[in-house]
């Protein structure tokens, strides 16, 4: 096995007790120092997949690796590499300080305690002057989750996990949780895991986009998601979207026709005039945002079509070409073919 | 009417002048109940702790006993362990009877079930993020346990205050188990029972006056701690 993928996932299985199950991923690979952000709608199995990869929670079939060893039965020693941050923190009842290094002192870490403790306030923005001496509940939301981070970062992690990590903070903490996540990553090599609806911020920093959706990985990168109602009309399938544009699909056999995906690079941004072969989806739509993806240097924009929104992968020097902006009228064309059933 | 003013101004002078008897009536008492709420803490806080963390067939049973005997009628303890350290008993070998070990037997079989209940209500109230949160600042078995009863602690002194107001105030089984023995084993309510009969209003009110001042300040603390948990 390649020493740089840190965690490898095969055939894996969860459930909670004996309802249906809410993960199940044929493969996924996590390598060491990499970025990797977790999308899809909520109750896809974000957060489930999050805290199995923590160690938190026991899956119930297939197998994961972590660092190429099976973790079975030490769970409690990788914990003290892998660390986990909530979508609504929590924090000990004792000061800013005590939260924070309470971490380092199970770790009898203590030699320079003092001083991990104010950098990891410092790097989330927080002044330790000002706020180590603190009790807890004289915290707001944003101050809770940057302290909780904190607490994590002064751990120096090998694997950051964050599961929506500022779904409920305000934007100021919410630049700052994601600025110090980045740094730890940068700093210290740490692979980090988040899940996130944050698209643009996503893209941007991220080495490797897993999308969720009903707990099956429908594909890296930025996906876009076709929810139904799908309708079958004259022998393929149809989406009618709000403005009365269709999206058409093909009908494949055993397939659910509930919901599809599109990946973004089989989406191409026309110009009104380019012709294309009949039956090819054609839609028309405002750009909304456009991200820098680093990992493929590419630039993903984003399209608003009658009800949903549908994201085009496109080189940045074809941008340039084209010439297209933010409100800039467009038009999306992909094919039936590339619309998969999931 | 008389009767009471005048014991009233006698008991202030008694407390004041904090004569002998009524001294040792009051160590007594503290000893008594250092050494029952001793027990009841050394073995409710882990039981309570267990009962309101673990999951465990019998659980809920344990839970509806522990509860029900939160009103335990003091005489009928006093009664039961009265048949176990009666000379006749089970553990008449032990001499227990009228000393302070056989009271405290029957003071820790009434503040048990309190520190019991409470501090498994305390454990089961607790944030359910909180297991989470320890486990991936990497702790766990005992530190887990430790930290999770620690974040508990206004709820569990709360227990505790609770369950020793309930057993520096009981009379029954102090009276039956102690046999209200001068300078030996007669404690602040089983003196008042006593001097109340006899008619001598003084010592009884000065030790309800020492009495409520411990429950007052019991109270005080109790209120307090209650802000504080409001507070978490």
Redesign the interface.
Known sequence: MDPRIIYEIKNLTHSYGKGPQTINIDYLRICEGSVTGIVGPNGSGKSTLL?VL?F?EPYTGGSLFFGGLDPSGKE?DI??N?????Q???L??RSVFENIA??LR??NETADLEERVHDSLERVGLSPSKFAQR???RLSGGEVQRV?LA??LA?HPKVLILDEPTANVDESSALLVKEAAVSAWKEWGTTVIVATHDLPWLTEVSTDIISLFRGKMVGHGTENLIHGPWIEENGSVVRTLTDGQKIHALIKEEAELHAAVVNPSDIELITDSEATSSGTNRLRGTVTSMALERATGSALISVQTGDIILKSRMPVEKIKEVRISPASEVTLSFSPEDVRWI | MDFIIQGFFQSISLIVSMDEETLNIVLTTLRLTGLSILFILGLGLPLGFALGYFNFPGKHLLRTIADTLLSLPTVVVGLLVYAFISRRGPLGDFQLLFTIRGMAIGQIILGLPIVISYTATAIEGLDNRLKLTLQTLGASGAKLAVTSLWEGRFQILVAALTSYGRIIGEVGSAMMLGGNIKWHTRTITTAITLETGKGDFALGIALGIILLSISFALNISLSFLRRRVGNS
């Open positions: 805290r923590a938190l409690v914990r003290k892998v660390t986990y941050l909530l609504n923190s929590y000990l009842k309470y971490g199970l770790r009790p807890w509940y909780a607490a994590r751990l």
